[in-house]
């Protein structure tokens, strides 16, 4: 005789698992995301290989998506991880925006969240949703700033929104942590539930 499967149901999945690798639909994501392509495309041009500048940056945005996705996708089973890699993904995300800082002071450029308020609110209200939109307004004609200047201000503040995002992303993760607890919490209040839903039905 073929042996039953057992096979939980959506709702005791989420019960158990909670809701998970849903990394995609989070704008801390999606932001992280584009700082990284965003990066590598400023460092290529920008930052020579040669240059230990170039590699740091590029593994720091990378560290930022890589990082809130590895964590969404084990927020199953450790919710405690979820915490840790959001942490290091937000920690990047800062060390990103101190060298998008440090780039204009090394290059002699102006910083426009000290230097020019007007530009830098700007770059703030840009919200590209797409690398080529990035591209577009630092390519803009007509502007007085040169290309780099333009680009690594608006790498700064994509780095700062950014990290501003995760660092929201990390506080509701926490909250949900201490409301809900960790898989084996989960775990064992669904089998309470089940124990007791056994019983109930064997009263009736």
Known sequence: MEKKRHVLSSESS????????GFRNLKAYRLAELCYDYTCRFCERYVPVSDRHHDQMV?????????????SELSATTKKLELNLTNVARGSLGELHKDYKKHLQRKGLSLWETDNAELFAEARRLY????????????????????E???????????????????????????????????????????????????NKEME
């Open 14 to 21: 989420e019960r158990i698992f909670g809701k998970h690798s």
């Open 128 to 147: 590209p949703e797409t690398l080529a939109d990035a591209a577009a307004w630092v390519n803009r004609p007509g502007q007085l700033q040169c290309h």
């Open 59 to 71: 593994q720091a945005a990378r560290s930022g998506f890589q990082n809130i996705r590895e964590g």
């Open 149 to 199: 200047e333009r680009a690594a201000n608006l790498g700064a503040v994509l780095s700062a929104q950014a990290h501003y995002l995760v660092e929201k992303l990390l506080a509701r993760q926490a909250e949900d942590f201490e409301k809900g607890g960790g898989f084996s919490e989960r775990l064992y209040r669904a089998r309470v539930d089940k124990r007791q839903n056994g019983q």
